[in-house]
């Protein structure tokens, strides 16, 4: 009852040099703090938005060319959309694996304490520098 796995790329390593980014959510429900966030790594010019609305398609993106995806806290939906236990915490653990970060706006999806099953999140994942830059606005 399964199908086949294939390895595609070992060692995944995130570029040192990002230049994707992705957001979910729509841009009138972001808060102040996160859209002055976007507007900052927007500003970049060598940064290319890559949203597809599929997490695992945009954090392929941000594992294969470097940056950013976010699925923030929302003006509807204060503590984000992405549940920490199946979306947060795996997605957030690929990416520190492959040498980059993750974050709720705070500290590392991978010290956020489970209070629930469905507990949700914001979730943002890439590189280092962005990831320190998020934090930083957010603040």
């Not at 979910?24 to 966030?37: I, K, L």
């Not at 938005?49 to 976010?70: E, H, K």
């Not at 999806?109 to 209070?115: K, S």
């Not at 999140?121 to 957010?138: C, F, K, Q």
Request: hydrophobic residues 35%; glycine residues 12%.
């Amino acid at each position: 009852a399964g199908g086949e796995r294939r390895v595609v790329r070992e060692d995944v390593a995130l570029p040192d040099d990002p230049s994707v980014y992705g957001f979910g959510g729509r841009v009138p429900d972001w808060t102040e703090s996160f859209a002055a966030y976007v507007e900052q790594v927007e500003a970049d010019p060598s940064m290319k938005l890559r949203y597809g609305g599929a997490m695992i398609g945009d954090v392929n993106q941000v594992l294969t060319y470097g940056g950013v995806f976010g699925y923030p806290a929302l003006r509807s939906a204060e503590r984000g959309k992405l549940r920490l236990q199946f979306e947060g915490n795996p997605i957030g653990y690929i990416v520190e694996c492959a040498g980059g970060r993750s974050s709720d706006g705070e500290r590392s999806l991978l010290d956020v304490e489970a209070t629930d099953l469905h507990q949700r999140v914001p979730v943002y994942v890439g590189n280092d520098d962005l990831i320190s830059l998020l934090e930083e606005t957010l603040d």
